[in-house]
């Protein structure tokens, strides 16, 4: 019997199906092409919706929908029983064309890891896979087929809250990230029962929006695309990634689920992509708002044909289609280019192998489903550690004597929700370790003595509270303490005067970096500048601990801390994380993989900005040269800046040839050494710099990096090879050239501090 026939015949029990198809289909193609031929216009558009679970439609309603076929997918369910009954509804219909379930698992899902920044400040491809790997294999248990990642939108502009999603402003940098994550996520396809597909989001160029404000509109050269905010995208595909989330901006006058050039031209024609394309929730609608469509119907026809294979969260395709199909404005054929993809993306998820592959069975459901037996707690911690970076360490004042007497204050001291960071997937608060607890573990077993006052609210400012705790939370978030800000600073500064050294946890509460939560400012809230300043008076030595998804303006707080750990948001072990850190158990080898601005008037402030014909040179008068003259050129911090406690050398850069002939190599060499007194690593990173090219060419760009741990006094040598393509740029017409001429290799620890030769390319 057939595999179709064998469905027709009523097998709806997991049991029975898996019984019933012991292998997947061998061919892809013919498998697909065939179910289609088999399908009804209903069925086919039903296909193409993607609901989510809950407010939006009744599980109960939605497993009616699912049953007469009118439902491809759902997103936002993350428990068996619940996907379980879906999957029976699908297995009721007609044709019997299993489900999908996705969600947005971006750095984590029970276990939750650091932040996109945080994962990217490790500049360690193996935890950014780690990561990718346990999260998989949590969500697949939790019956999840598809996550909606990685993000890597390239961001330069901090005030956008969904920079902390994302993995920074580097091309180079941000690309690697994306193949880690896609491989750690996905793996081969067919995508295994313990992996998950990707959607890599959010195509195309969203983190370029104007002003920093989410959802706003996107104006760019061509050149600039293909250069700098393409080939992350490129990257994720290049990588095997199932599919892409199609993001909600507009680019160039046209909205993206609606840029043919985008979707069409790019994305398939040139890019070769032949996965999924979804919609971003609700963008088939908004249509109308953009104003390229001036109803409900027309946005349908503009998706469709534009290649919007599932639409997000929305009727549009339910109501509209029909109608379209039978006017003939919109052909069958882009019908079935859209099924087609959508149907290839289950086969390769092997739900037409099993459609109970991440469901499983009743029997094998958690008890808990947030047990912390279900946490992966080691690879959280690892992760987390590597994701700091060490800004300033004045007087060696970290790591901290173990028997310190320590006052931690401040109000992300104890605030298990804001570990998680945005988009924490199915993290459950109550798991995640807080700083407090962290150190208090710290000083049980280090000796010592630990004081804890708030000291201040996240904000004193009751709009931006009431904002926060509105924000797509289930329940408020920020809880502000009654009592007047002097009397808390008033309790912080009595338990510093009491203490060895003062640790100051602030920042930003998760919601202010997030979807929707662009800033203008970013500059610590005044309740934090306040009882910062008091703490400074005390004399003690001051330790600030940041939790933030975006760069912060720190002049003022660079000036009276001894030290600043960026943590980023740490995850479910933060506060072991932070406290093995602050005590050096664990050295710091973090990396910025972003700018921090001295102030907001800087922005964009990043480091591989295009060169200048008057630029600002350090050291002389800037008059008539590219400078804000009322403070200091350039960031507070550099994109890949990092301290350790201990030191690191570096010598002249050696290559092997001065010049490079077509298609040849040379390597260019350092040596390493740490001069220091502890073990520890550093990121080694290499940079090019084109000397003269047919068109403006950045000052320096990120081309590869190493990380190596060193002990004291241990010296190593890292070579790199360099070759065409790592010469490579977009001319103004588009093609990928490398240019013959002179070059600069620049090797250094962060962007800034590089020591330099250079090569001819003959």
Do not use: C
């Amino acid at each position: 019997m057939s595999f179709l026939l064998a469905l027709a015949a009523g097998l709806a029990s997991p049991l029975a199906f898996a019984q019933a198809q012991p292998a997947a289909p061998k061919n892809k193609t013919a498998f697909v092409s065939d179910l289609i031929a088999r399908m009804t216009l209903d069925e086919k558009i039903g296909q193409l919706r993607l609901i989510s679970i809950g407010p939006e439609m009744p599980i109960a309603q939605l497993a009616d929908e699912i049953a007469a076929g009118r439902v491809g997918g759902t997103f936002n369910s993350v428990n068996r029983p619940d996907n379980r009954r879906l999957q029976d509804a699908a297995m009721k219909s007609r044709m019997k064309i299993p489900m999908f379930f996705a969600y947005d698992v971006i750095h984590g899902h029970r276990t939750t890891f650091p932040i996109g920044l945080g994962l990217a400040s490790s500049w360690d491809l193996g935890a950014v896979d780690l990561m990718a790997r346990t999260a998989a294999r949590e969500a697949s248990a939790d019956s999840i087929d598809m996550t909606f990642a990685p993000m890597v939108d390239i961001a330069r502009d901090p005030r956008w809250g969904r920079t902390s999603e994302g993995f920074g402003e580097d091309p180079y940098l941000v690309s690697e990230i994306a193949k880690s994550a896609v491989k750690g996520f996905q793996g081969t396809v067919p995508v295994p029962a313990g992996r998950i597909m990707t959607s890599v989001k959010h195509f195309a160029l969203y983190g370029a929006v104007e002003g920093g404000r989410d959802y706003n509109v996107v104006d760019m050269s061509p050149m600039r695309m293909y250069q700098d905010y393409l080939p992350p995208y490129r990257a994720a595909i290049d990588a095997g990634s199932g599919g892409v989330m199609v993001a909600l901006n507009s680019i160039n006058g046209v909205p993206a689920t609606s840029n043919t050039w985008l979707m069409q031209d790019l994305l398939r024609r040139d890019w070769g992509f032949k996965g999924v394309a979804v919609s971003d929730h609700g963008a088939i609608v908004e249509l109308i708002r953009h104003g390229v469509a001036k109803d409900e119907r027309e946005a349908a026809k503009l998706a469709i044909n534009n290649g919007i294979d599932l639409s997000m969260a929305d009727s549009v395709y339910l109501n509209e289609l029909p109608g379209l199909v039978k006017s003939g404005e919109v052909k069958m054929k882009a019908i079935d280019n859209a099924v087609r993809e959508v149907l290839g993306a289950k086969y390769d998820m092997g739900l037409f192998r099993d459609p109970y592959l991440r469901i499983g069975v009743a029997k094998d459901d958690p008890a808990d489903l947030n047990a912390d037996s279900r946490l992966d707690r080691p690879a959280a911690r690892d992760v987390a550690r590597k994701s700091m970076v060490l800004l300033e360490n004045r007087n060696r004042t970290l790591p901290l004597a173990k028997t310190a007497a320590i006052a931690l204050v401040g109000p992300l001291a104890d605030a298990p929700i804001d570990m998680l960071g945005s988009w924490s997937a199915a993290g459950y608060s109550k798991n995640a370790v807080t700083l407090r607890a962290g150190l208090n573990t710290a000083v049980a077993k280090n000796g010592g003595r630990l004081t804890y006052a708030r000291g201040a609210n996240i904000t004193n400012d009751e709009s931006t509270v009431k904002y926060l705790n509105f924000l797509n939370w289930d329940t408020p978030e920020v809880t502000q303490d009654p009592r007047a800000p002097a009397e808390m600073i008033a309790e912080a500064v009595k338990a510093a005067q009491q203490a060895d050294v003062v640790v100051a946890a602030v920042g930003e509460a998760r919601g202010m970096s997030h979807e929707s939560s662009s800033r203008t400012s970013l500059d610590l809230p005044q309740s934090q500048r306040d009882l910062i300043t008091a703490l400074k008076a005390t004399g003690k030595p001051l330790v600030l601990v940041l939790m933030n998804g975006r760069p912060l303006a720190l002049v003022r707080e660079q000036k009276e801390a001894d030290a600043i750990l960026e943590t980023w948001y740490t995850g479910t072990e933060g506060g072991n994380a932070i406290a093995d850190v602050l005590y050096g158990d664990y050295n710091p080898a973090g990396k910025l993989p972003i700018s921090f601005p001295r102030s907001v008037g800087q922005i964009p402030t990043y480091y591989n900005h295009p060169r200048l014909g008057r630029p600002f040179t350090e050291g002389k008068p800037g008059n008539y040269t590219s400078q804000y003259y009322e403070e200091v050129t350039g960031p507070l911090y550099p994109f890949g800046y990092g301290l350790s406690y201990t030191e690191f050398s570096l010598s002249d850069v050696s290559l092997s040839s001065p010049t490079m002939r077509r298609n040849g190599k040379i390597e260019a060499s350092v040596s390493v050494k740490n001069t220091g007194q502890r073990a520890g690593e550093t990121v080694v990173q290499l940079y090019i710099q084109d000397i003269a090219a047919s068109v403006v060419r950045p000052v320096k760009e990120l081309r590869d990096f190493r990380k190596l741990m060193l002990q004291p006094g241990e010296e190593r040598v890292v070579r790199f090879t360099i070759d065409e393509d790592k010469l490579k740029f977009f001319n103004a017409q588009l093609h990928r050239v490398a240019e013959p001429g002179r070059f600069n290799v620049q090797i250094g620890f962060d962007s800034q501090a590089v020591r330099q030769q250079g090569f001819e390319l003959e």
